[in-house]
Structures are given as C-alpha cells and as structure tokens.
C-alpha cells in the first residue's frame, strides 16, 4: 500500500497509491524521501534513539509488524502507534494521530505535546492534527468526507473538539476505560449529543495486537507524566 503523507506542511492533496514524496518540517528543516506506509513508519522509527528499554522493545516490535489483510484498518492504526511511540520518545503522552481527507490523502498528522518542548495544556494528539489541518485549510468547511484515526480512545476536551471538527468518521486503535469518552457518548450534554449525531465513532478494524501495542506504549511514561500535573495542582 502507497500513501502520501506530509507531515506538518503540505502544499496538494496526496494520492494513496503511486510513489510519494514525503516532507518533514522540524526544527526549520525539511526533508524529503520516496516511498510507502512502512517506509514511511520506518522513517519515522528510525528517528527515534532512546536508552529506555521500553522504548526499545516497541521499537523493535512495530519494525517487525506486519499487516493483516483481514484488518483493513492495520496500516492506519500501525502509523499512530508509530506516531505514539515518537511522542514518548519526545517527552509527552504516547498517543498518535492521522487525519485523511475526500480521496484517503494524508491531510494531517500529529502526536500528544502537552510537555515537550514546553507544557501546552491544550496538545494532545487530536487536537495538534486538528490544529494544524484547521490552520491550513482555512477555505475547507464541510468535512463530510474525512476520516481521522487516532492510537487511543478521545478523551472528553478531544471528543468535544472532533464533534466540533465535522470530521465524518473519527476511529481509535485502543479504548480508553479510565480517560475515554467515546464509550460514554450517552453522558454527553444534549448539544453535543446532537451535533455528533451524523458522525460515525468507532473502533478501528485492527489486530488485538495493535490495539494492545497503543495501550503498552501510553502507558510506558503516563505515571510519570501524571506525576507532573498532580504536582502543577499542587503549587497552584
């Protein structure tokens, strides 16, 4: 499977099959390369180097990981493992997203920032790839047609903000029993419970494994992230 991603700039919508060229823009450098959904995993693992055996073991596991075509969502819900692995590895809550748009193009990406490089109460995963599509595409108003996966179960602020978006289906690789609010949509205000009605919230069609994988890799610094905000209450 082809696809064009473009993280963090894009220019022109991405086709999901052909060759790609895919741009990265951090720190003020952009870098390009050729290739597929696992290249472009690979890329993306391979920026990470970290002396955390956890980190490590994930690492080495999602470069081992093949699809199941049995599970038409393995791809998608692979690259926001990834994608949360990479956000561990900088710091921050270990939760990825990916955002497609009308033709199953890569519109938008983004991992959790909350705490690196500097505390943004507001960054978690969906609303960086939110954020950045929203900033972009000004022009863009009916979302009917987008997708938006994402490693981990919204919790209430994000599923607020995807209600918010239109964005038309919104799924997530794992639940979230303790932080989700997707499975109490039901406790929602009856605004919000209407305004979600044309949308379509779901788990997405992965293996077990990938769904246990997003878990395993959130919880690798969550306590200690945790830590931190209990503390920022505390000096409040």
Known sequence: ????????????????????????????????????????????????????????NWKDWLQKYRFFPEYPDDPYAWITDVLALKSVNSGNYGVGSVMFGFGNEIVAVGHNLVFSPSFRSDLHSEMVAINYFEEENPQITNLKGYTFYTSLEPCPMCLIRLISSDINKIHYVASDPIGGMVNGMSFLPPLWKELSEPQLFKAAQCSIELSKAAIEIMLINAEELLEILRKRRCNA
């Open 1 to 56: 499977m082809c696809i064009e991603f473009f993280i963090c700039v894009f220019q022109r919508p991405f086709r999901t099959n052909g060759p790609f060229i895919t741009e990265f823009k951090e720190k003020g450098i952009i870098m390009r390369f050729k290739g597929d959904i696992r290249d472009m995993g690979a890329r993306l693992l391979g920026e990470i180097d970290s002396e955390n055996e956890n980190i490590i």
